[in-house]
């Protein structure tokens, strides 16, 4: 089988530790010589396996993508800049004979790699990544923040407060007004309406009746709980933004182009100031759509 890499290395990465196997040329130049060594997982480990391969002239290195362990190797390799780096489907390299231990899975790798039979999977630049993780996070505190206002409104309900049936956000600046009084033990329908601010005070009559219900100590203490639970959310997605924008002003004008590619649903470009926290979202009753009675799902 035809030889295309001549000096090679295969990792197999566990949690605590990684048997490394390095192929290079027989003495003499003839037939293949392997050296196999376990290291730590540890970032000393990863150093003393890093400049192993170094000494031996290493040029390509393969991994499998096992779970997250993966990611150390590589970041501590990719730093040296010295090794091309392959990262490979596990279940790519399980199709192909030959693997009977975690020594053999290494050597396998290595053996594989010289004779150009895998393929990498795609592995972002470091900046990237970064932007991934900060998004990822992101999502995340979304999905909860969202989850929290379902809870709210849930609270509510169990107490015999309608207010979402008036109120379209009721984290809006009159919705918190009057949720920070109920906490604060005001029970008086009237005194709560009257907190309404702006355009809802045209609905003070309808927030009268709304407010009235069976609000109790322990729906205070489970409200002020998740809206202080909500404001901290909503500071850490502010940060997360303001993060992501830092991170983002490299591709800012890749990105802005995007936005006005045709069929693209982000809109015009957004201005670099940071996004601000989601909203809890208006209730719905169910089965109806976001869009009003009217909506209609598109059709391909």
Not at 92 to 105: E, F, T
Not at 175 to 184: E, Q, S, T
């Amino acid at each position: 089988m035809e030889l295309l890499v001549e000096r090679c290395a295969g990792m197999d990465i566990g949690k605590d530790e990684i048997v490394a196997c390095v192929r290079t040329p027989g003495p003499g130049g003839k037939g293949r010589a392997k050296q196999t060594r376990v290291f730590s997982s540890f970032t000393s480990g990863l150093e003393a396996m890093a400049e192993w391969f170094s000494a031996e002239g290493v040029t390509e290195v393969v991994m499998e993508a096992t779970g997250s362990y993966w990611k150390a190797p590589w970041y501590m390799l990719e730093e040296r800049e010295r090794f091309e780096l392959k990262l490979v489907n596990a279940n790519h390299v399980k199709i192909l004979p030959g693997r009977k231990s975690d020594i053999a899975d290494a050597e396998w790798l290595a053996e594989l790699l010289e004779h150009g039979l895998l393929r990498g999977s795609f592995v972002p630049p470091a900046a990237i990544r970064e932007l991934r993780d900060l998004t990822r996070y992101r999502k995340r505190l979304v999905q909860a923040h969202t989850a929290e206002c379902q809870r709210i409104q849930k609270t509510l309900e169990d107490a015999g407060i309608k207010l979402d049936s008036v109120a379209s956000d009721v984290l809006g600046v009159s919705g918190r007004a009057m949720l920070a009084a109920l906490v604060a033990g005001e029970r008086d329908p009237e005194v709560l309406a009257e907190l309404a601010k702006g355009r809802l005070r045209k609905k003070i009559p309808a927030l009268r009746e709304a407010l009235r219900g069976r609000f109790k100590d322990h729906h205070a203490l489970l409200l002020r709980l998740v809206l202080d639970h909500t404001a901290y959310l909503e500071a850490a997605i502010a940060e997360l933004d303001t993060e992501i924008d830092k991170v983002m002003a490299p591709f800012a004008e890749a990105r802005d182009h995007l936005d006005t590619s045709p069929g693209s649903a982000s809109g015009p470009p957004r201005s670099s100031s940071p996004r601000s926290a989601p909203t809890c979202p208006a209730s719905r009753r169910p089965g109806t759509s976001p869009a009003g009675p009217g909506w209609r799902p598109a059709t391909t």
